[in-house]
Nanobody
C-alpha cells in the first residue's frame, strides 16, 4: 500500500523557517517523483517543488524565489521541503504527492509549464503551515 505522510508544519513568525518532512511507504524514489503542493481554502492546490532521484531533477515554482529547497533521503524514505524567509502569504496546508518520475524535468523544460494536482497518483494528508506577521 502506498502512503505518504507529511509533517513538520506549525506556527512560525514571518522571516522564520520550517522543515517539512514527507515519509513515503510502498514506492521507491526511482519509480516516482515526489512533489510538494500547497493549498489555502477556496483556492486551487498550487505546486511548490518537485524532486526525482532517478534523474536528479528538482523543480521550484517561481514564487519560491530561492527561499525553498527540496531534498531526499532514499535510505530513510524521506523527502524534505525547507522553507525559509517565510511570509504570511506562505500560510497554507502543504501536501506531498507521488507522480510520474519525469515530472520534475518536464516542469523545468518550459517556463510556461506548471505542476497540476491531477498529475500525481498518491497524496499525503497535508501539514498546516501558519506564518504570523
Amino acid at each position: 500500500e502506498v502512503q505518504l505522510q507529511a509533517s513538520g508544519g506549525g506556527l512560525v513568525q514571518a522571516g522564520g523557517s520550517l522543515r517539512l518532512s514527507c515519509e513515503v511507504f510502498g514506492i521507491t524514489f526511482d519509480e516516482y517523483a515526489i512533489g510538494w503542493f500547497r493549498q489555502v481554502p477556496g483556492k486551487e492546490r498550487e505546486g511548490v517543488s518537485c524532486i526525482n532521484d532517478s534523474d536528479g531533477a528538482t523543480y521550484y515554482a517561481d514564487f519560491t524565489k530561492g527561499r525553498v529547497e527540496v531534498s531526499s533521503d532514499a535510505a530513510k524514505n524521506m523527502v524534505y521541503l525547507h522553507l525559509n524567509r517565510l511570509t504570511p502569504e506562505d500560510t497554507a496546508r502543504y501536501y506531498c504527492a507521488a507522480g510520474y518520475p519525469r515530472l520534475c524535468a518536464y516542469y523545468n523544460r518550459d517556463s510556461s509549464v506548471r505542476p497540476f494536482a491531477y498529475e500525481y497518483d498518491y497524496w499525503g494528508q497535508g501539514t498546516l503551515v501558519t506564518v504570523s506577521s
